[in-house]
């Protein structure tokens, strides 16, 4: 729990400042059809920051290995979605856009495995009923 909770935080706080130097530093420097690819990276990153700080929640509630699965694989796509679009925005590397639906495809899995947590609710908890 606490671990999701911590690399959410230190996530939000690293999404802040990316936002920032891309808005005033990053603009300046490359193309805005790059400046685009790397505001993705920022809304994703954001978005699934909250998805963790969620999943650390949760597993406050009731832990369970379904979350933890959630979890990891939120923080596996920030990394691999949003940081290889950081890469392609800043480097301009075309290859390395190939690599970024492997993290798309984190993120989905990660929101499958919340699905399925939610679904089994009962299974886990009969005390706080979902």
């Known amino acids: 729990m606490k671990f999701f909770l911590t690399v959410g935080a230190i996530s939000g706080a690293l999404a802040v400042l990316l936002g920032a130097f891309g808005a005033h530093l990053l603009k300046q420097m490359i193309s ?55 890469l392609l925005a800043i480097t301009g590397i075309k290859p390395l856009g190939m690599i970024v639906p492997i993290g798309g495809i984190m993120l989905v899995a990660g929101w499958i495995c919340l699905f399925v947590h939610i679904i089994n609710w009962s299974q886990i908890t009969t005390d706080r009923p979902f």
Do not use: R
Not at 46 to 72: D, R, S
Not at 76 to 85: N, Q, T
């Open 32 to 86: 805005p059809e790059m400046l685009e690819v790397f505001k993705t990276g920022i809304q994703y990153q954001f978005y699934h920051t909250f998805a963790l700080l969620a999943v650390g929640i949760l597993m406050y509630i009731k832990p369970a290995k379904t979350l933890k699965w959630c979890g990891y694989l939120f923080i596996g796509g920030i990394l691999i979605f949003s940081g290889f679009l950081y």
